[in-house]
C-alpha cells in the first residue's frame, strides 16, 4: 500500500496548483515480476520505468536516473498519476512472487495479455486463488468448542381454513456488495412474516406482511414457542447495522462488529432449536435491510431447511507437483459434502447439492474460517515453494485443532 505522504515524502517533484501538467502512462509487458511502463511529461520525449513489487516494498526505477537513493521526476510522476486523487492506493495488481520461470521470464499461472486497450495481468481461472505470502489467513483456534444440540418437541399447528393466516420465517442473508468495512456490514437475520396457502396447504397463496413489534397484533394464532422465536428475530433486527444507524444516539446500540458478530451467533443458537420444528422457513438473499418492509414478494424467497446437525469442518491437502490444494469440505452424520462454489452466508454450511439445506456452524471461530474460504471457492492454492515459509504453520494449527487429510 502506497500512501500519499510517503510519495511526496520521498520527492520534492509536484504537479503545478495552478496549471495542467500533462502525464501519458502506457503500461507495456510484465516479465519476471516487473511492470514495463512507458511515460511522457508535456511534450518531451517518452522515457520508461520499471516497477517491481515484494512483500515488503515496492521498487521502481527508471530510463533516467532514478537509484536506491534517487527517486526521479519520471518515476514520481508515474507513482502520482497511478495514486490519482487518493490518499492511498494497493499495488497488489502487480504483486505475483515467484510466479513467473525466471529462466523463460514467463509465467504458467497467469494470462497476461498487452493490447491497443492496455495491458491485463490476471491469474488462470484455475489458479484464480493463488496464495501470494504476506496476504492475511483466518485465525485458527487452538481449542474449538462446538455448540451443544438442544431439541425440542414440536408445537405444529395446521389451519383448516386456506385463507387463515399461516406464520412463516425467512433467512434474510445480505450480500454486503458495497461495504468497504467491517463495521458497515449486516450479519444474517431472521424475520417473521405471514402468508395464506394454496388448497395443497404447502405453497403460499399471498404473501401478507412481514411482523415486527409494531405489527405483532396482527399475528396469526401463535404457539409459546413461535412467540419466543419472535422476540429473538426482534432481538437479531435490533442488533443489525441499519437499526444501529437508525438509533446512533442510544448507547445500547453502539456495539462493534464483533460484539455483533458474536451476539447474533448466540441469537442464531437460541433459534435453532425452534426453527427445525418451524412448517415454513424460507430464504432471501437481500441488498439491504431498509428494503425489508411492507410484504415480502413471491420471486425474492425460496423454501429452505434448517438442520440442527452440527457440521465438523475437513481439511484436504491436495499434491499437485509445484503446488497444493488446501481444500475446505464438511461433514455431517458420517457424510463428506462439498460446499456450492458460491456459499457466503456468515454463521452457516450448506452442501453443494442441496444448497437450501442449511447447517449452523459448530462456532464462531468454524464461521470466520468459512467465510474466509468462501472468498477463494473453498479451495487454496499454494506453490511449494510458498508451502514451508508462509503456510507450514498455519496447515499445522489446522491439525491441531480441526484435522487435515493429506492426499
Known amino acids: 500500500m502506497l500512501e500519499r505522504k510517503t510519495l511526496d515524502s520521498l520527492s520534492e517533484f509536484r504537479s503545478p496548483k495552478r496549471s495542467y501538467l500533462s502525464v501519458s502512462v502506457k503500461n507495456l509487458g510484465f516479465v519476471n515480476e516487473i511492470l514495463i511502463a512507458s511515460i511522457s511529461i508535456e511534450k518531451e520525449d517518452i522515457e520508461m520505468v520499471y516497477l517491481k513489487v515484494t512483500q515488503d516494498h515496492l521498487l521502481i526505477s527508471c530510463s533516467v536516473?532514478?537509484?536506491?537513493?534517487?527517486?526521479?521526476?519520471?518515476?514520481?510522476?508515474?507513482?502520482?498519476?497511478?495514486?490519482?486523487?487518493?490518499?492511498?492506493?494497493?499495488?497488489?495488481?502487480?504483486?505475483?512472487?515467484?510466479?513467473?520461470?525466471?529462466?523463460k521470464g514467463t509465467s504458467k499461472y497467469l494470462k497476461i495479455v498487452s493490447n491497443s486497450k492496455g495491458l491485463s495481468i490476471k491469474l488462470k481461472e484455475s489458479f484464480r486463488n493463488l496464495f501470494k505470502p504476506g496476504v492475511s489467513l483466518p485465525i485458527i483456534p487452538l481449542k474449538n468448542e462446538a455448540r451443544i444440540n438442544i431439541f425440542l418437541e414440536p408445537q405444529l399447528s395446521d389451519s383448516s381454513e386456506n385463507d387463515t393466516p399461516v406464520i412463516a420465517y425467512c433467512i434474510l442473508d445480505p450480500l454486503n456488495l458495497h461495504e468497504k468495512y467491517n463495521e458497515e456490514k449486516e450479519l444474517p437475520l431472521l424475520i417473521p412474516f405471514t402468508a395464506t396457502l394454496n388448497n395443497d396447504k404447502i405453497?403460499?397463496?399471498?404473501?401478507?406482511?412481514?411482523?415486527?413489534?409494531?405489527?405483532?397484533?396482527?399475528?396469526?394464532?401463535?404457539?409459546?414457542?413461535?412467540?419466543?422465536?419472535?422476540?429473538?428475530?426482534?432481538?437479531?433486527?435490533?442488533?443489525?447495522?441499519?437499526?444501529?444507524?437508525?438509533?446512533?444516539?442510544?448507547?445500547?446500540?453502539?456495539?462493534?462488529?464483533?460484539?455483533?458478530?458474536?451476539?447474533?451467533f448466540d441469537l442464531?443458537?437460541?433459534?435453532?432449536?425452534?426453527?427445525?420444528?418451524?412448517?415454513?422457513?424460507?430464504?432471501?438473499?437481500i441488498y439491504g435491510l431498509r428494503y425489508?418492509?411492507?410484504?415480502?414478494?413471491?420471486?425474492?424467497?425460496?423454501?429452505?431447511?434448517?438442520?440442527?446437525?452440527?457440521?465438523?469442518?475437513?481439511f484436504f491437502l491436495i499434491?499437485?507437483?509445484?503446488?497444493?490444494?488446501?481444500?475446505?469440505?464438511?461433514?455431517?452424520?458420517?457424510?463428506?459434502?462439498?460446499?456450492?462454489?458460491?456459499?457466503?452466508?456468515?454463521?452457516?454450511?450448506?452442501?453443494e447439492k442441496e444448497p437450501m439445506k442449511f447447517y449452523l456452524l459448530g462456532s464462531l471461530a468454524d464461521a470466520e474460517i468459512v467465510s474466509y474460504f468462501?472468498?477463494?471457492?473453498?479451495?487454496?492454492?499454494?506453490?511449494?515453494?510458498?508451502?514451508?515459509?508462509?503456510?507450514?504453520?498455519?496447515?499445522?494449527?489446522?491439525?491441531?485443532?480441526?484435522?487435515?487429510?493429506q492426499r
Open 292 to 314: 425489508i418492509k411492507g410484504k415480502p414478494t413471491k420471486k425474492d424467497i425460496r423454501f429452505c431447511q434448517v438442520a440442527s446437525d452440527i457440521p465438523q469442518l475437513k
Open 203 to 264: 405453497n403460499f397463496k399471498s404473501l401478507l406482511t412481514y411482523l415486527n413489534s409494531k405489527t405483532i397484533s396482527d399475528d396469526p394464532e401463535l404457539n409459546s414457542a413461535q412467540l419466543n422465536l419472535n422476540d429473538i428475530c426482534e432481538e437479531m433486527w435490533e442488533n443489525s447495522y441499519y437499526f444501529k444507524m437508525k438509533n446512533h444516539k442510544d448507547d445500547n446500540h453502539s456495539r462493534t462488529f464483533s460484539e455483533r458478530k458474536k451476539l447474533q
Open 374 to 405: 468462501s472468498k477463494i471457492s473453498f479451495r487454496l492454492p499454494v506453490l511449494k515453494k510458498h508451502y514451508d515459509t508462509h503456510l507450514k504453520t498455519f496447515v499445522l494449527q489446522i491439525e491441531q485443532t480441526y484435522s487435515i487429510t
Open 65 to 103: 536516473d532514478t537509484d536506491e537513493f534517487y527517486l526521479s521526476r519520471y518515476a514520481y510522476f508515474f507513482l502520482n498519476k497511478y495514486l490519482w486523487f487518493y490518499h492511498e492506493k494497493s499495488f497488489e495488481d502487480y504483486y505475483y512472487p515467484d510466479f513467473f520461470d525466471a529462466y
Open 268 to 285: 442464531w443458537k437460541s433459534a435453532l432449536p425452534q426453527l427445525v420444528n418451524e412448517r415454513f422457513m424460507c430464504y432471501q438473499w
Open 319 to 351: 499434491d499437485k507437483g509445484e503446488y497444493y490444494f488446501l481444500d475446505l469440505k464438511f461433514m455431517v452424520n458420517g457424510r463428506l459434502f462439498n460446499f456450492p462454489p458460491i456459499f457466503n452466508m456468515f454463521f452457516f454450511a450448506a452442501a
